[in-house]
Each structure stands twice: as structure tokens, then as C-alpha cells.
């Protein structure tokens, strides 16, 4: 049976549906997954060894340029790769018109009547999405995201909910360490994400390089030029912290992988550390990590106790519980349980 994912963003949401997949491929081993991911999460998808193929999509990026991307020859490739394959099932995982379109291309592009299965109109993110499905669960919307892709696999393919330990199908093993990492032991600060009120304050940061550099050596990667400037002045003067090279999604991997440890703020590359099952500490400040939090082995979270506006002048007040010997004091105890 060739089962068709559409779950094209963002990283947090790819990795978050790694579980169902896993849970899927053990119970019933003769699956297989072809996967419609953003052209930048590719990679994520691919990792895992029930998933056989995967197709990008831009979606993002073709709808700033919808008249290049035809021309282009861009989306005529893209609707022939869908065809280029007979699928059993397709399952939405977003719940989105967004995604809910391409299962209605895929289906025409085959001109084979699959069956597309999704959440119903009262558990879809957005209700909509469901009048495309063929099949239509209830899944309740109080749970964290990773049970919710799991209760929809479940359903769309009538099996019952393992009561195994969840696992995302990546091991740490596997992802080679890129080699301007070194040797010696060390822990990576994940300090960047999209939305400025969940940016821990600098200051806090650079204490908490500082205290860690006295035990190991201090990684920090960087996706953007902003990235890369913050992470150049939280190493600037402190010996054992080191500003990593530009690196691609699986480099990133294998930096994660391979570290005693890490600290992230509300970032994709936190439920990548998740997945990986590297021992983590991640901070949320104006968010929760109660529907949408890193899910996996060795994972603790530090939250603000109050959750003010989305205002980056309030910043340090949201974190001000969070301090960096409390961030400090909370990764050494998740290295020392996972040991």
C-alpha cells in the first residue's frame, strides 16, 4: 500500500508528524510514503526509512512570483511528479486550504479517485480544508500536536494506538558530525527563531555562553546575517565558545546529534533536537509548549509563568523567571539523566 503525506510546513509541523509515520510503518510494514514537503524541509522527510520519496513544493515562494513559477516550468514539474505515481491514500496532515488543494491536485493528477483522508470540519485548523476529504476524522484539538497526527494516521489507516514509547525513526547515530565541530565535548545554544517576542534577551544569552564554556565547549549556529551578528558578539572574548560556519539542514543535524546538549528558544531546530533525542532545555516566553512543544526522550522546558502581548519592549520582563543559572542548572540535570 503507497500512502501519500501532505505536511509541507513548517520544520517544527515535518518533525511533529515523524511519530505517525514510525507508528504506522511498525504496525503495518507494508506501507510505503511518498511525502509533499517546502522545498526548504526537504531533507527532514527523506531521514526517515519508511518514507521512499519526496516531492518538493514552493509554495511559499511561488505565490510572491505566481507568473515565474509557471514559466518557469516549475509548477508543470511539480504536478507531474504527483502523477507520476499511484497512491492507495493521501493524508492531509496540515488541515489547510493550502494543503488540502494539493491532495485535490494529486488525485486529479492521476486521474485515479485515492482517497484523501484529513481532520473534519471541527478539528481542522482551518475547517474549510475538510470539504476536500473523502475520509474525516474528529480529532480533538486540546492535544499536543505529535498524539493528534497520531490519532489521524490511526484512523486513516484503522489501526489501534501503540502504547510503545514514541519515536520519530531518526537516530543520533546515524548524522555524521561536520568537521568544524571537533572532538571535545559540547552543548549547542539554538538562539534564533522567526518571531521576535520569543527571542531570549542577548544579555541572558551571553551569561549563559559564559557559564556554560567553563565545562564545554559553547556551538552556536546561525540561519541568517542577524543570526550570525548575535552569535558573534554572545562568543566575542569568551575562549571556549565558537560562532559555527554557514551549514546546511543535515550539518545542523549531525551538530545537534552529536552534542552533550542544547538550549533552544521556540525554533524548529528545538524539535529537531527533540527528535533526535539530544538532551535539551527549551524556553518559551509568550508561548506554550503545551500543544506545540518539542516532543521526545530527554526533554524538559522552562516556561514563563505569565504570558504577556506580543510586544518585544516586554521582552525581558516574559523571560525574567528564566534566568541563565536556572537555564544552566536545568541542562546539566537533563546530560545527567540521559547518561
Known amino acids: 500500500m503507497r500512502v501519500l503525506i501532505v505536511k509541507t510546513s513548517s520544520l517544527g509541523d515535518i518533525v511533529h508528524t515523524l511519530p505517525a509515520v514510525t507508528e ?27 518514507v521512499q520519496r519526496v516531492i518538493p513544493v514552493a509554495l511559499r515562494r511561488w505565490r510572491k512570483q505566481p507568473l515565474a513559477a509557471r514559466r518557469s516550468g516549475e509548477w508543470r514539474h511539480f504536478r507531474e511528479q504527483l502523477a507520476a505515481q499511484r497512491y492507495d491514500l493521501v493524508i492531509d496532515g496540515q488541515g489547510l486550504l493550502k494543503s488540502a488543494l494539493i491532495t485535490r491536485m494529486a488525485r486529479v493528477a492521476r486521474k485515479v479517485a485515492a482517497p484523501v483522508a484529513g481532520y473534519d470540519w471541527a478539528s481542522a485548523r482551518e475547517p474549510l480544508a475538510s470539504l476536500f476529504y473523502q475520509r474525516k476524522y474528529t480529532v480533538a484539538r486540546d492535544q499536543h500536536a505529535v498524539l493528534r497526527l497520531r490519532r489521524l494516521f490511526a484512523g486513516a489507516l484503522d489501526y489501534r494506538l501503540s502504547e510503545e514509547a514514541v519515536d520519530c525513526g531518526l537516530t543520533r547515530s546515524a548524522f555524521a558530525r561536520p568537521a568544524p565541530v571537533g572532538d571535545s565535548p559540547y552543548v549547542v545554544f539554538l ?100 500543544l506545540v512543544g518539542a516532543y521526545g ?18 521582552r525581558p520582563a516574559i523571560f525574567s523567571g528564566l534566568t541563565p543559572a536556572r537555564v544552566w542548572d536545568e541542562l546539566q540535570a537533563a546530560i545527567q539523566e540521559a547518561r
Open 191 to 290: 538562539h534564533g527563531t522567526t518571531r521576535e517576542d520569543k527571542h531570549y534577551p542577548e544579555a541572558y544569552w551571553r551569561e549563559l555562553v559564559e557559564q556554560a564554556a567553563e565545562r564545554y565547549r559553547v556551538l552556536l549556529p546561525w540561519g541568517n546575517e542577524i543570526e550570525r551578528e548575535r552569535a558573534l558578539r554572545l562568543a566575542r572574548g569568551v575562549e571556549n565558545a565558537a560562532v559555527l560556519p554557514k551549514m546546511n539542514l543535515a550539518e545542523i543535524a549531525g551538530t545537534i546529534a552529536g552534542a552533550e546538549g542544547a538550549v533552544a528558544v521556540d525554533t524548529g531546530l528545538g524539535h529537531l533536537s527533540a527528535a533526535l533525542g539530544t538532551p535539551a532545555v527549551s524556553l518559551y516566553g509568550p508561548t506554550s509548549p503545551k
Open 297 to 314: 526522550a530527554n526533554q524538559r522546558y522552562l516556561c514563563a509563568e505569565d504570558f504577556p502581548p506580543n510586544d518585544a519592549d516586554v
Open 24 to 50: 504506522a510503518a511498525r504496525v503495518l510494514p507494508q506501507l510505503r510514503f511518498d511525502w509533499v514537503a517546502e522545498e526548504a524541509f526537504t531533507e527532514i522527510p527523506a531521514w526517515h526509512p519508511a
